[in-house]
């Protein structure tokens, strides 16, 4: 039985298949800009994410200039060197032909970041599980990535790049912790399978044995 | 201009709908079942969440047993009585007053880790940012969070308790990282606001004042 409370049959298919079909883009960034009145409905989108203690810690710090993002790319290709020497012989080869980041052709770049002390030292549910404030944070990234799917704007989320650089380059705060640098734009077209995936570099994996009942292991076939 | 890849108006106002009427349930839950099979699409919405390196690191573990429930609930009690001790004396009462979670009253509770050692040592795009499996899963959270309020669902997320007390009640390997604890079923309504919010205990910030413009700081009427 439906809840009273529920979408419409259209609403419903809408948030279902921006979760779907959102992708991590890399390759696929056209250069038509990306209007601000647009962006700034995304930045809605991400400002009513759940927040610890009604925290809202984080900032949003918008990148258009070609040199700030040629700066942030050299950033990326120390770390992506380096990360090239963590794989195994045989796959690192595979690592290096991956396109993992489009900073310099997507339109927006977009630092998140979370003001640890916004709100003083004592942040309800923030009390005893610390790192509840950068998860409210994850979370701020993540409506903005479903948003820009619904609007048919491709999000890309660069993690290889060492913290430090991006908190050098941006003057960073010391209360502040970097959550995510976003590439934001337009896009060619959303890939139907995550890269990884197609690659064949990893599969998706069986939802039924990520499910466990009552007891950790036991999954709904397999009594532990 | 609209992006050729954008949704229809109504799938737009489904993902917008999500994310604005989203709320973190604590009072308002009836004790009508949730079906298996629709808890399934909750989870499976959790389960394309973006994911680093495709490792879907999560693991979603459902509890409906009620002597569990309330052996959960006794360390949300006691980490709650010594959370309101850290406030100060003016704000104690009223940290009190709130009503924090659900546990006993939702007919499912959720405990949502991420599994650090899912594909082995070395992931794509975790190789500078170790954290950003954790990140992953928290994505996963929010998903279930926004499938959940389109079908008239409501999820609490229960910070208030000892990292080390799910741990040990739940038996959790090393390597497993506890994320979230959900409380998730039927509502009699969904409030308006955020109840902190509603509570006067702080307000919605104003976005733009948390919106910086290529240098930290730079807010669109106001210069470094």
Redesign the interface.
Known sequence: M???????E???????????Q?R?IRAQFTDEPVPEKLLN?L???A????S?????P????????QE?KNKVYEGFAK?HA??AE???RDKRET?RD?K?EGIRESPVNLLVTCDRKR?GP?V??????P??D??ST??A???L???A?????GVG?V?????QELRTL????DSVAV??YLCIG??T??PEM?E??KAG??P??P?EE???????GKTLHHKV
Not at 10 to 20: L, P, S
Not at 52 to 56: N, R, S
Not at 159 to 163: A, C, K
């Open positions: 439906q809840s009273k409370h529920s979408f419409s259209e609403q419903k298919a809408g948030v279902y298949r921006a979760i779907k959102r991590d409905k930045l809605v989108a400002h009513h994410a759940p610890v203690g009604f925290m809202q984080w900032n949003f710090l918008i990148i258009r200039d700030t770390a380096d990360s963590m794989f195994t690592y991956f993992l709100t004592v309800i549910g923030r009390t005893v599980q790192e509840m950068l998860f994850v979370c990234v993540q409506n990535w479903l948003a799917r619904a609007e048919g704007i989320w993690s290889i790049i060492y913290e941006f003057s960073l705060p959550i995510a337009h896009v077209n959303f995550p990884l995936e570099w990893l998706r994996l939802l990520l499910i466990f009942y009552e007891k950790w």
